[in-house]
C-alpha cells in the first residue's frame, strides 16, 4: 500500500503514550497493518510501532529471519500485537545491543528483562499469548516502550554503551531496527 516516513528522536510524537485499538474491523486498522508491514520491510527492521509513523494507536509488528552471520539470534514468526500487555517470566534481566529506525545508524547497550510473557491480540482481534526469552523478548520489549512514548537511548544505564553503528562494530554492516 504505502511505505511511510518513520518519525525520528527528538519528534514529540514519540514520546507519547498510544491509544488501545477498540475496532478489530475497520479498514483504517487494516491499512495501517500493510502500510507498517511495507515501511518495516522497506526499511529492514526487526519491528515497528504505530507511532513511529505518526499514529497513536497500540499497535506493533514485529519479525526476525535466522541470519547465519548471526546465529545465536532464533527467528521469529512474523507478529502483529495490538493492545499488548507485556510481564516479566523473572527478575533476570540481560543487557543486549539494540537499534532503532527512530535512532538511525546508531546502536546502544539496554538492559531488558530475559524473559517476558505478552499478551494481545492479532489484526483479526484473535488474543496472543506466548511466553518468550531471549532476543525475540527484547524485540518485544522494544517495541511495546514504543507504545508508552519510550526510546531505547531513555533506557542505556552507560551511556559510554551508546555510539554509531559503523564505529561500534565496524565492517558489519549492521542494519537500523
Ligand atoms: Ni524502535
Known amino acids: 500500500m504505502a511505505i511511510r516516513e518513520v518519525l525520528k ?28 508491514h511495507d515501511t518495516m520491510r522497506s526499511l529492514n527492521g526487526a519491528g515497528l510501532a504505530a507511532p513511529q509513523i505518526g499514529v497513536g494507536l497500540q499497535v506493533v509488528l514485529f519479525e526476525v529471519d535466522t541470519n547465519p552471520r548471526y546465529p545465536e539470534v532464533e527467528a521469529v514468526p512474523l507478529t502483529v500485537l495490538i493492545n499488548p500487555v507485556l510481564t516479566p517470566l523473572s527478575d533476570e ?31 483479526t482481534g484473535q488474543s496472543i499469548d506466548r511466553s518468550v526469552r531471549g532476543f525475540h523478548a ?23 554503551h551508546f555510539g554509531f553503528t559503523e564505529i561500534l562494530f565496524p565492517g558489519q554492516n549492521l542494519q537500523d531496527d
Open 138 to 160: 527484547r524485540v518485544v520489549q522494544h517495541e511495546v516502550d514504543h507504545l508508552n512514548g519510550v526510546l531505547y537511548p531513555m533506557r542505556i544505564r552507560d551511556l559510554r
Open 93 to 123: 534481566v540481560e543487557e543486549g545491543w539494540e537499534g532503532c529506525l527512530s535512532v538511525p545508524g546508531m546502536r546502544g547497550l539496554v538492559p531488558r528483562h530475559a524473559g517476558v510473557r505478552y499478551q494481545g491480540f492479532d489484526a
Open 9 to 36: 528522536m527528538g519528534d514529540p510524537r514519540l514520546l507519547v503514550s498510544a491509544n488501545p485499538v477498540e475496532d478489530f474491523a475497520s479498514i483504517e486498522l487494516a491499512r495501517l497493518i500493510v502500510d507498517m
